[in-house]
């Protein structure tokens, strides 16, 4: 006798006899109202229409599929091919501002910043490399050398197109603004920066002195009230930091 697979078209089916689902707990009672049995695992015939229909479709959409492989494809290579050019630009950069770093290491800020002749200086390498690592480097530098030249408008802006993951480093740029604008006699920004710099993933190491700076500031805006917060945050904040000592003193003094 052959063997033939039970289909729609067999004889239990012409017969009108239904099979049960067979639940997945075989302690657990029949659900009468359970739908019939999957065609596509009961039935071949089924199997086989539905491939031919995924078929029709990839014939028919053909190039529609092709389309979206090649664009997957070249995002691929274009990602790899910016990445490799990426590195190569900073360590392009690298080369260009060490002697620049050199220069401002020895604290000759205007060839460190405009160059000396021989090698480009900072600015240069923050405008040519300014989307690479060492050249968002060389906008921190150079913004520390404009403000330790007084040019404190030119260090805000190269410090404002520094960004950092370096939390310490960050948190410095933002302070460093905030002396800027304080020479600028901007007291509300500087306090404002200063917040930020305390705030920006806060430590007990460096944020009470950012506090202490904006607390000083708030009080040369006139904003006795924002100088005692700061000063109650540090006190709160940072019981065992050294800033407590002054921040108690000024405050003490601010209340009077």
Do not use: C
Not at 34 to 51: F, H, I, K, S
């Amino acid at each position: 006798m052959s063997k033939i697979p039970y289909t729609g078209k067999s004889q239990q089916a012409r017969q009108g006899q239904v099979t049960q689902n067979v639940p997945a707990d075989p302690l657990a009672p029949v659900d009468e109202n359970l739908p019939a049995e999957n065609p596509l695992l009961e039935d071949p015939d089924a199997l086989a229409a539905r491939l031919a229909e995924s078929e029709d479709f990839v014939r028919n959409n053909r190039n529609v599929l092709l389309g979206i492989l090649a664009a997957v494809v070249l995002a691929v290579v274009g990602g790899f091919g910016f990445y490799t050019w990426r590195n190569q630009q900073d360590s392009k950069a690298q080369a260009s501002m060490f002697r620049a770093v050199n220069n401002w290491e020895a604290d000759s800020l205007n060839k460190a910043v405009k160059g000396d002749g021989k090698a480009p200086g900072l600015v240069t390498v923050a405008n040519e490399y300014g989307n690479t690592k060492a050249g968002n480097l060389a906008n921190f530098y150079a913004g520390v050398a404009s403000l330790k030249q007084g040019k404190y408008k030119e260090a805000i802006d190269y410090l404002e197109d520094f960004s950092s993951d370096d939390y310490l480093v960050q948190s410095r740029a933002y302070s460093l603004m905030g002396d800027a604008q304080l020479e600028l006699n901007k007291p509300k920004e500087a306090a404002d920066l200063y917040a930020k710099a305390a705030d920006h993933n806060a430590n007990e190491y460096f944020s009470p002195g950012y506090l202490l700076k904006e607390a000083t500031a708030r009080e040369l805006a006139g904003d006795n009230e924002g100088a005692l917060k700061a000063y109650d945050r540090i006190i709160n904040e940072y019981p065992s930091a050294q800033e407590v000592a002054e921040a108690r003193q000024f405050k003490a003094k601010l209340e009077k």
